[in-house]
């Protein structure tokens, strides 16, 4: 890892020492500038994104191993204190990594996982990425923790803030699914609809930022620090697989964040000696109805045009997504692709897994795995090489999406003769 120039200065932000544990800096991911670590995500030399940059010493597998069975047991990768622990969170991760053997078989893998973020304590893979942002806004001394948000993100804001005693306001756009809203409104009093699109929603939670440096807006002015929680994913699915990295994994994209912070994982793994150098391939999946880095990577362009979101992936409907390009640098990289379904295939695919597997996703995991069965009948996947897919989110939050395509076979009267008739058994 590049050399950070600007280390920590304690005086100048009033941090306490450790703050951020083996993060040293924040590093544009365009120029390489470096600052001091605190609530900025802009270059200022220019304006590129910033992300978390370490000296991380020696981190050994045993260290981790001997760690909780959460995101924290990753604490020394993670921008987050020493005793992060000792401070009240949702204590996400270490979801489970599911040898899908029904799944593989319907779709001809030999070797296939799913890594299931739906059971995390508000049921996405959110729970990582706001933990490590609550750990931020404390550090930094915010006032008030927010986020504009698909819907997953409100839930995890919402919730962790209650669990952490700090004022929540969470910012949706006001046609999103009632679960979600619910799932939200039932941990805080400020949800805040906004008539728009979850751009024009990030748009205006941009402005606020801007006007009170107190809120910590867990995506927009503390982003370098919550993106760096969905790295945990990638932590987890090598130390599942037993301090290996898969082959291919496939992975939803809306902003583009939790991709490339999957491979950012993959690649720390393999730096700091956690895991055995080996090339692996990135896929992206994004709806039809939103898939800006979908089709660059199919124009082969490397801007990606904002467009205007309609699909039932409603989680992955961001139309300017502001980790695109880099998700298109990876699959490229890799060897890779960036890959688009319709509604109907993503609806498909929610039944197909819960049939084979067991798992109700939500439409954002209907769009992984919907993109999987494709990338297998397009022959851009290895059949026989080691495959992960990873589940974001719980179908109980996308009800509507399959609503009408399942329900009950029959409906009969109580009695065995009309339970006979129905042909059943
Ligand atoms: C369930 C689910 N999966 C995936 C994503 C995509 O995450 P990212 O914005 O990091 O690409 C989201 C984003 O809201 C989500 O809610
Ligand atoms: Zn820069």
Redesign the pocket.
């Known amino acids: 890892m590049k050399e950070c120039f600007v280390s920590l200065t304690l005086e100048s932000t009033a941090l306490r020492a450790g703050a951020f544990g083996n993060a040293t800096c924040l590093k544009c991911r365009e120029c390489g500038a470096t600052r001091e670590l605190g609530p900025f995500y802009a270059c200022f030399e220019c304006f590129g994104p910033l992300e978390v940059g370490y000296e991380f010493g020696t981190v050994t597998r045993e260290q981790i191993e001997a760690g909780p069975r959460n995101i924290w047991r990753y604490k020394a990768l993670l921008p987050v204190p020493e005793d992060i622990e000792s401070s009240p969170n949702l204590e996400p991760g270490f979801t489970r990594l599911l040898d899908a053997r029904n799944l593989a078989g319907e779709l001809g893998l030999t070797k296939l996982w799913v890594k299931d973020d739906s059971t995390n304590p508000t049921n ?3 729970d990582r990425v706001v933990a490590c942002a609550l750990s931020a806004a404390r550090e930094l001394g915010s006032r008030v923790f927010a986020c504009p948000s ?4 409100a839930n995890a804001v919402a919730a962790a803030g209650a669990r952490a005693g700090i004022p929540t306001v969470v910012f949706i756009p006001s046609d999103l699914e009632t679960p979600k809203q619910v799932n939200s409104a039932v941990f805080t009093e400020n949800l805040v609809a906004v008539d728009g699109t979850y751009d024009d929603v990030n748009k205006l939670a941009s402005e606020i930022a801007g006007e009170d440096p107190g809120w910590a807006f867990v995506n927009v002015n503390v982003r370098p620090f919550y993106a760096e929680g ?1 790295k945990t994913l990638g932590y987890e699915i090598a130390e599942q697989l037993g301090w290996r990295l898969p082959d291919q994994v496939v992975i ?8 490339t912070k999957v491979h950012k994982a993959f690649s720390e793994l393999i730096e700091l000696g956690l895991v055995e150098d080996k090339s692996y391939k990135i896929f992206g999946a994004q709806a039809e109805g939103c898939s800006p880095v979908a089709t660059a990577f199919a124009d082969g362009v490397d801007a990606i045009r904002p467009v205007k979101p309609d699909t039932i992936a409603k ?2 409907a ?1 139309g300017n997504p502001a980790d695109g390009i880099y998700v298109l640098d990876i699959a490229r990289q890799t060897g890779g692709s960036v890959e688009q379904v319709s509604d109907d295939q993503i609806r498909e695919a929610i039944v197909l897994l819960a049939r084979t597997e067991g798992i109700f996703t ?1 439409t ?1 995991g209907g769009t992984t795995v919907a993109v999987l069965k494709k990338l297998v009948e397009t022959g851009q996947l290895d059949p026989e090489a080691e495959t992960v897919v990873i589940n ?2 719980h179908g109980l939050k996308t009800l509507d999406a399959v609503t009408g395509a399942v329900g009950p076979r029959a409906t009969i009267a109580p009695t065995y003769d009309a339970f006979t008739a129905a042909g059943i058994a």
Request: glycine letters at 14%; zero cysteines.
């Open positions: 996405s893979f959110k698909t819907g997953n993100l969905s939803p994209v809306a902003s583009g964040s939790q991709l989680s992955l961001i939500e954002a974001t989110g």
